[in-house]
């Protein structure tokens, strides 16, 4: 098994130890699970200190399952998205209140390295690219075959912020009348790269099929609508004088959670601690690429919290 480098892990233990209520016996909720990176290091650090982990990919719950083992029933992986998070914690949990929750939100490594998953534009794998393959029934290539040119240049705009998206949507819904749509990544990427001319493309600064791919993701997990919920769940399950840490990988997920944090702020539920973002350090940059576009926002829920939601 590969080792997994979890991104910004000094900035979120540096949370962990200024900012968060670390009292014998307490528990944080990793949102996302992946690799179990960010927890084992909080699991290790603080030797009474209890994990809820929610992943709704099986294989990576499977993955975090064996990296946590030897920390026995500290740990509880829950099989569940996190927008399912307060639902989904015990009657005692939700008294008790988690000190601290965090979302490391994207696609993991492990996603992006699993060809037959379809995440990567570089692999040659099934358009697929669903997070929770048991649980959804729609992939990337049902949105190609049946979105029209006019939605598909929508997703593409939207959760891509491709300047091209007309001219691939263009393309693409051509691909369907001559019987040569896309099925895997790589022909995906290579009708990217025969429809944008190749001054285009090395103007872009970026793989030219990455923001496509990203889209395409995006909507078939709908990852940007279920992150305002998540954020509420994050609120309701954090008791007062805790953490929420959210990690995102690009501009329409950071703008979420920047808007959410300042309204709270607003509106008097505690503070925001990070005015602009914390992005990794110039050393992780060049040692680990998928830090590359991280940022880092973290909220602080007053001591005497409120309820949000009526």
Known sequence: MSPHVPVMLNEVMDIFM????????????????GGGGHSRAVLEKYRGMRL??????????????????????RVRIVGENFIEM???????????????????????????TTPERGFSYQSDGPLDMRMNASGSSLRAWDILRD????????????????????????AITRSRTTGNLPATGAELTALIRRTLPAP????????PA??????????????????????MGAYESVRGGGAIIVISYHSLEDRIVKRTFRHWTEEGYGRTLTRKPVIPSEKE??????????????FVIDDMKRAIRA
């Open 200 to 207: 285009m493309q090395r103007k872009m600064g970026t793989h």
């Open 285 to 298: 940059r060049e040692s680990n690429r998928s830090s590359r576009s991280a940022k880092l926002r973290a």
């Open 86 to 112: 307060f639902e989904s914690l015990e009657d005692s949990e939700r008294d008790e209140g988690a000190c601290a929750a965090l979302f490391d939100l994207g696609v993991s490594n492990m996603q992006l």
């Open 147 to 170: 979105c029209d040119e006019r939605e598909l240049t929508r997703i593409f705009r939207d959760y891509g912020e491709e300047r091209n998206a007309f001219t691939i949507a263009r």
């Open 52 to 73: 809820v982990g929610f992943d709704q990919d099986e294989s990576a719950r499977e993955i975090a399952r064996e990296r946590l083992a030897e920390f026995g029933d």
């Open 210 to 231: 990455r923001r496509v791919f990203q889209a395409l993701r995006i909507a078939v997990n709908s990852e940007l609508d279920v992150i305002p919920e998540g954020l």
């Open 18 to 33: 200024s900012r968060v209520p670390l009292d014998a016996g307490a528990f944080f909720i990793d949102a996302t699970l």
